[in-house]
C-alpha cells in the first residue's frame, strides 16, 4: 500500500522479467472494472502528479508474455 497526501507525487514500479521482454500496463480499479492508464516513458513506472481526490483507489500492474 502506498499513501500521498493531496498536490503530491507517487511514483511505483513493476518489474517483471523474461524472454521475450513481457508487456507490462497499468489500470485502475474503477466500478468493478479495470480502466487502462496511459504511461509515458518506462510503462512498468507508474507515476501521477499533483495527486488530487479522484486518484484515490487501486491500481493495478498488468503482464503478458504474448503479443497484446
Given at each position: 500500500?502506498?499513501?500521498?497526501?493531496?498536490?503530491?507525487?507517487?511514483s511505483?514500479?513493476?518489474?517483471?522479467?523474461g524472454?521475450p521482454?513481457?508487456?507490462?500496463?497499468?489500470?485502475?480499479?474503477?466500478?468493478?472494472?479495470?480502466?487502462?492508464l496511459?504511461?509515458?516513458?518506462?510503462p512498468?513506472?507508474?507515476?501521477l502528479r499533483?495527486?488530487a481526490?479522484?486518484?484515490?483507489g487501486e491500481y493495478?500492474?498488468?503482464v503478458s508474455?504474448?503479443?497484446c
Open positions: 500500500h502506498y499513501h500521498a497526501s493531496q498536490g503530491e507525487s507517487l511505483v514500479s513493476c518489474e517483471a522479467w524472454d521482454q513481457p508487456r507490462v500496463w497499468w489500470s485502475k480499479v474503477e466500478a468493478r472494472s479495470l480502466v487502462s496511459v504511461t509515458r516513458g518506462d512498468a513506472m507508474l507515476s499533483g495527486l481526490r479522484a486518484d484515490t493495478v500492474c498488468q508474455r504474448g503479443q
